[in-house]
């Protein structure tokens, strides 16, 4: 199916587009930039602007095309599939890898996504929350009104974040983080139930999701099995 682009949308050159997207009055996407299938993206959000780096140039990219030199336009913005992009959200350019958001998102008005972010599959990003740069972003994580996340923040897959909480450190799978700074206040038992699991599997999951044991020989469901193996191989530090 077609795109359907209001005619006072800017899209830029360098941009590509996938097949039926919806694209708002006055949104701005830039290039260098990639953008899947079905995202609805709202009235007034920007895609592809340079990431927020005093150092770094800021070219007019609404109207002038790529040159080709990732120092100079930016490392490139790649989006998904289906996601609910609304008003006045912001994305930006990465600024040494490619900023990413995954697909089946709900990103809420004026929420932002800083320069080199990673944003995986199925998130929720509420009404202002923001990001500093470079932080990672689960499949499944959700982010209440008003957080922010410090740079290098990542955040487990299932991870809830209360409402105007402010992330400066890792916060695990499938917990809760609530509160300035933010601290884990107990396992996202809602987000689990969600995916299948019963509540002896939540509960002997419960010292693995809150660091104090190893993983545990459990039978889980596939894709919630293969999000959990890799959270659990993952590096310890990441930048």
């Known amino acids: 199916m077609a795109n359907r682009i209001h005619p006072t949308a800017v899209i830029g050159e360098g941009v590509e587009l996938g097949d039926d997207n919806v694209i708002g009055p ?34 007019d990219a ?105 992330v400066r450190r890792e916060i695990g799978a499938f917990t809760i983080a609530v509160g300035n700074p933010a601290r884990v206040t107990g396992v996202n038992v809602v987000g689990l139930s969600r995916r299948g699991l019963d509540e002896a599997l939540i509960e002997a999951l419960g010292p693995w999701l809150k660091g104090k044991e190893p993983l545990p020989d459990v039978t889980l469901p596939g894709d919630l099995s293969t999000l959990v193996k890799a959270w659990d191989a993952r590096p310890r530090e990441e930048h």
């Open 62 to 166: 609404w109207t002038e095309a790529p040159v080709g030199d990732p120092d100079h336009d930016g490392h490139g913005v790649v989006i998904g599939s289906r996601n609910r992009i609304r008003e006045y959200v912001s994305v930006h350019q990465g600024t040494w890898r490619t900023t990413t958001i995954g697909s089946d998102g709900y990103f809420l008005r004026n929420s932002h996504i800083a320069h080199d972010c990673l944003v995986g599959d199925a998130v929720t990003v509420a009404s202002n929350a923001v990001t500093g740069g470079h932080c990672h972003i689960w499949d499944g994580a959700n982010l209440g009104m008003g957080a922010i996340l410090h740079q290098k923040v990542v955040i487990g897959p299932g991870a809830m974040i209360g409402m105007g909480s402010a």
């Open 26 to 59: 006055y949104a701005v996407i830039v290039g260098p930039a990639r953008i899947g299938d079905g995202n609805w993206i709202g009235p007034h959000v920007t895609i592809g602007t340079p990431g927020e780096d005093r150092g770094r140039p800021h070219p």
